[in-house]
């Protein structure tokens, strides 16, 4: 519950599934932003404004390229660590 807060957190959740969702190893292309909002189940506009509130957030880096983006979630993943880590004592 504390990496999505407000009222947009089921849309950004939605956000990370689809990028999740996604992802494989051996990628032969990576997705276009309408595939991504299709999977999320939402509107491309929509989906566009959660994943820049997603980056502000440093929970996603995205690359545009030609072929789609490439979409990387190690912030998130930064994220879960420390807040599941052990606090030193």
């Known amino acids: 519950p504390q990496l999505f807060t407000g009222s947009e957190a089921a849309t950004d959740l939605a956000v990370v ?17 309408e595939y991504l909002s299709f999977l999320a189940g939402l509107e491309v506009a929509k989906f566009q404004k959660a994943l820049e509130r997603l ?3 440093r929970y996603v ?4 390229g030609p ?10 993943l930064t994220k879960i660590e ?4 052990e606090v030193p004592a």
């Open 67 to 76: 072929d789609g983006l490439d979409v990387s979630l190690d912030g998130l």
């Open 55 to 57: 980056i502000l957030k």
């Open 17 to 33: 599934l689809a990028i999740v969702d996604f992802k494989r190893p051996n990628l032969s292309r990576n997705p276009s932003i």
């Open 61 to 64: 880096k995205v690359g545009y």
């Open 82 to 85: 420390e807040l599941t880590g």
